[in-house]
């Protein structure tokens, strides 16, 4: 199977669920920019799909495994007992926490399980150099009536993902609107939106099972612009 994901998470029974999951929000900010930028590209043949890193404290360190490989993921729990006072930390160094976390995981599993640090490093590299930013295009059209190019631009942060349709022409942005806030999440937004589609003066933002996301008539989006 091709590994593509990257879990860092708090173990469910040390921690409560009103715990875990800005946790696991939070990291998603860094990990859904390595699947993307990094595993995507690698397309790597393993026997799991997902790293599943496990943050445990002293409750649970006696009954658990440190790595277990499961039917679909390699899971590796680290005793973390500092975790409260890394969860109060914001902004870069929150992210920094997280991406220290990864690289011990990987470093320790690396050899036996052949995964690749010196991509990963060199994809949270990219990431810094970027500002910190989790940012991507997923889809673009011409709408050839006008020249004009609508794009869905993404934009993730530690705290909400935001997707934008974006109006170009040639290389003046004409529109950039907010169309869908949600959480970090992908199960969260995967589903609203896959395609562009113009029909009847019209643009449609189509998600999957024939959802539909965003609906307008093209010169009322371009009513406002001078």
């Not at 790293?51 to 680290?78: A, D, Q, V």
């Not at 929150?94 to 976390?101: D, G, N, R, S």
């Not at 320790?108 to 295009?137: A, C, H, M």
């Amino acid at each position: 199977m091709i590994f593509k994901h990257l879990i860092i998470t708090l173990d469910h029974k040390d921690f409560s669920k009103e715990e875990r999951y800005p946790h696991f929000l939070s990291s998603r900010f860094i990990l859904s920019f390595l699947e993307r930028e990094v595993l995507k590209k690698l397309k790597l043949n393993r026997a799991f799909s997902m790293l599943y890193i496990c943050l445990i404290n002293e409750t649970n360190k006696s009954e658990l495994k440190e790595i277990y490989l499961g039917e679909k993921s390699l899971r590796h729990n680290i005793y973390n007992p500092d975790y409260l006072k890394y969860s109060k930390l914001n902004g870069i160094e929150k992210v920094e926490y997280y991406i220290t976390i990864l690289l011990n995981s990987i470093n320790t599993l690396k050899d036996k399980y052949d995964l690749p640090l010196s991509e990963i490093k060199e994809g949270i590299q990219k990431f810094r150099n970027l500002g910190y930013r989790n940012e991507w295009v997923h889809k673009k059209k011409l709408y050839r009536p006008l020249s004009i190019t609508f794009f869905l631009e993404c934009e993730m942060t530690m705290e909400e993902f935001n997707l934008y349709l974006t109006l170009r022409k040639k290389k003046e942005t004409l529109l950039k609107k907010c169309i869908l806030t949600t959480d970090p999440d992908e199960i969260a937004f995967h589903y609203k939106f896959k395609d562009i589609v113009f029909e009847n003066n019209k643009v449609t933002i189509k998600g999957l099972q024939g959802y539909t996301l965003f609906e307008s008539a093209i010169d009322e989006l371009l009513s406002g612009i001078k």
